[in-house]
């Protein structure tokens, strides 16, 4: 037991140390700001850093190449993946050419083939220049393959590493390539990753009215499903228009359980950066239907959250146009708020919407929610949640609201668990 505990430690305290080694995404850089001086950023490139993961026996999907290589032999491949999709350090697509994988075509996801678009940046084809492979964008007005796009197409591999949140858009991503497996007869095959917020099922459920790229199922905020438990959901609640279900296979993770905390070896994307944005990621996206900034253009973007008008706050930052954060709400503009980073390196047991409710509270104007196309209304799900705060409605009486919806949607996830 005492060996096994010094282990842990060890591991961890080795994560902290390279983290510590790379300057742009130390904890420690912005932590402790005084009111009166401004955290700003250069532009600098996304860096892809490969850290040390909580729990080294885990193996992705992606790794477990003598389940899914032989039934790619003499097939024709597409693959959809991003800079996440990794076989240990190598790239799914690399890897599988040298592995004599016939691979096609790239379909690449919000943010890019290789993670480093702007959320909601238009995503053009392209060429990859290492491969000379074709890259399509499955972003913008193209979010599903086309016939054409899939002709001759035996197989879609898809693997792209997800965070378990409904409005993170790759899981529609995932919709749209089995609505067009389904619509086409093609198998896909799925290389699941841990979910690092697996633990959690909270939030409330999106209601009917309230459909979008950033909410198309009927599932909580935080849904607790690994991306292959989530496909396995979309194929068995019919949740696919107007087609059959996907002919679909999984190649699990080993060694993988929700339960236990897993730090995740790529960024997903540019602005979730470390362990702490990543837990904070689905409570604090709420602020983005806000006029409330969540530190898109600093150092601790979904770390931090801040405003002017939030004078008083023990900290305060100021965005700057950089790599991942062209144009961020607030630029250029002293924000007072919090920083949260401590407590998303400790980990989330639930949504927290207390520094929403709180944020709102000190804003003292109507103006706080953007209701333009209704954008906080979608991230939620419903308007339930916009109306409940704007009537200063208890937290507990708001999570009591959920529960039926929540409790409905839980039964209907156990069906699909894989893992535990």
Not at 111 to 135: C, M, S, V, W, Y
Request: with cysteine.
């Amino acid at each position: 037991m005492k060996n096994a505990l010094f282990n842990v430690i060890n591991t961890r305290v080795l994560k902290y140390l390279i983290l510590l080694s790379f300057p742009f995404f130390s904890i420690f850089s912005c932590s402790g700001q005084p009111a009166n001086q401004a955290q700003e950023l250069s532009a600098q490139p996304y860096q892809d850093t490969t850290r040390v993961a909580y729990d080294s026996v885990v193996k992705v999907g992606a790794e477990q190449t003598t389940l899914y290589l032989p039934i790619l032999k003499q097939k024709r491949i597409a693959v959809v993946a991003n800079q996440t999709s990794k076989v240990g350090q190598a790239h799914l697509v690399d890897f599988l050419l040298s592995e004599g994988v016939e691979v096609s075509t790239v379909f690449s996801p919000e943010h890019g083939f290789r993670g480093e678009a702007d959320a909601g940046a238009k995503i053009d084809n392209d060429i990859d220049e290492k491969t000379g492979l074709p890259i399509i964008s499955l972003y913008g007005k193209n979010k599903k393959p086309t016939k054409e796009q899939l002709a001759g197409i035996d197989i879609i591999l898809f693997d792209i590493q997800d965070v378990g949140a409904r409005f993170y858009t790759y899981i529609s991503t995932l919709h749209y390539v089995m609505e067009a497996c389904a619509e086409n007869e093609v198998k896909l095959l799925v290389l699941d990753r841990p979910n690092p917020n697996g633990h959690i099922v909270d939030g409330p459920v999106r209601e009917v009215g309230f459909e979008s790229f950033v909410g198309m199922h009927p599932v909580p905020i935080l849904h607790g499903l690994t991306i292959g438990e989530y496909a396995k959901m979309i194929n068995g609640e019919a949740w696919l228009d107007r087609t059959d279900s996907c002919f679909l296979e999984i190649i699990p993770c080993a060694g993988y359980s929700r339960n236990k905390p897993y730090s995740l070896p790529v960024w997903p994307s540019p602005n979730l950066r470390s362990d702490a944005a990543i837990a904070l990621y689905p409570s604090l996206c709420l602020f983005e239907g806000t006029a409330v900034s969540v530190g898109r253009g600093t150092e601790m973007p979904f770390t931090v959250y801040g405003h002017p008008k939030l004078r008083g706050r023990n900290y305060s930052f100021k965005p700057v146009s950089s790599f991942g954060a062209r144009n961020p709400k607030l630029e250029g503009v002293l924000c007072y708020g919090a920083n949260l980073n401590e407590i998303g390196e400790k980990g989330l047991t639930s949504l927290r919407i207390d520094w929403l409710i709180s944020a709102y509270q000190d804003f003292g104007e109507d103006s706080f929610f953007i209701t333009k196309n209704r954008w906080f209304d979608l991230l939620a799900g419903t308007s339930s949640l916009r109306k409940q705060i704007e009537a200063n409605m208890p937290e507990q009486k708001i999570r009591a609201s959920w529960e039926p919806a929540l409790n409905e949607f839980k039964n209907i996830r156990k069906k699909y668990l894989i893992y535990d």
